[in-house]
């Protein structure tokens, strides 16, 4: 079954990258698909996910996974911008944000799904939510600089995260032990089960956007996505291994190896800033992170430690 998942992944992303290069659908359509994911179906797959998890289970996974998501994404960008500070500020302001923050929703979400189990996704899901609160309380105004926005649109941005939001009403429902009805939980079943598919088709679509080897001449980009996806989760790791559940260690490793997010091309491009690196930086990780941590995680659950 997980072989199925893996080879499922592989072809869905090649479908996205053929329909859009073969002129299929508009190349315009992965940021309406990036819309859908992000509003509708990645929050109903955290609903789901509560709503089957018992509260011991959340509050064993979810303490550690909020501790270590906090002190494991601010380290990196530290780093990044101490080592970088004689850079340009363009520079050293794009690293320091994809350094600390990975692309949890389009590249985790998907890849993980096909292979943990619902209590095991909880710690993918608590971990998205803090970097939601990351993202938003702090990257966000460090990407743009002091002059732009204020604390209530920062506040207002991160609180109408459907996500973040679905992340809170899942904790309420969970502890509470309340039950939707019948039909609200086929509702969010069947949206939920569209987050695989979609989310893999949109990062194809991508790749044929972006294009899958102009980054090969961009050394900060091989370096980046080196460091990024095979050296820091085993770095994590090696410190995780001592103090977590094996399984916790290992899903939070990985998910330090996420690649770079989507919202960093977004915010360039929204705030006239160049989008070259960023995009070089984004399709290696993506196609490294995708081989990599799913041959992992193929590997993993076929022994049985995942």
Not at 43 to 57: C, I, Y
Not at 164 to 179: D, N, Q, R, S, T
Not at 275 to 299: A, E
Request: contains cysteine.
């Amino acid at each position: 079954m997980q072989l199925d998942g893996f080879l499922f992944f592989i072809l869905m992303i090649a479908i996205g990258y053929l329909v859009v290069k073969c002129r299929l659908i508009d190349d315009a359509a992965a940021d309406s698909l990036s819309s859908i994911l992000l509003n509708v179906c990645f929050p109903a797959m955290v609903l789901k996910n509560f709503l089957n998890t018992d509260t011991e289970s959340l509050l064993q996974s979810g303490s550690a996974a909020v501790i270590v998501s906090i002190i494991c994404s601010v380290i990196p960008s530290i780093l990044a911008s101490v080592s970088l500070r004689k850079s340009e500020n363009d520079r050293r302001v794009l690293f320091r944000y994809i350094c600390g923050v990975g692309n949890t929703s389009f590249v985790c979400l998907p890849l993980f799904s096909l292979f943990l189990s619902s209590e095991q996704m909880l710690v993918v899901f608590i971990h998205g939510a803090v970097m939601d609160i990351l993202i938003w309380a702090v990257h966000h105004q460090l990407f743009l600089g002091s002059s732009h926005g204020s604390v209530h649109q920062v506040l207002k941005k991160m609180y109408t995260s459907p996500c973040l939001i679905a992340v809170i009403l899942g904790i309420v429902l969970c502890f509470a032990k309340i039950e939707l009805p019948s039909f609200l939980m086929y509702t969010i079943n069947a949206t939920e089960a569209a987050v695989s598919p979609l989310a893999l088709l949109f990062i194809g679509m991508l790749i044929c956007r972006y294009g899958l080897f102009g980054w090969i001449r961009s050394k900060d980009a091989v370096i980046y996505s080196l460091l990024r996806v095979l050296i820091y989760p085993l770095i994590v790791f090696s410190v995780l291994y001592w103090i977590l559940p094996l399984q916790t260690a290992v899903i939070l490793s990985m998910l330090f190896g996420s690649p770079t997010p989507i919202t960093a091309v977004l915010w360039c491009k929204e705030y006239g800033k160049s989008t070259k690196l960023v995009v070089n930086c984004l399709i290696p990780s993506t196609v490294l992170y995708f081989s990599v941590m799913g041959s992992v995680l193929l590997l993993l659950t076929s022994l049985n430690i995942l």
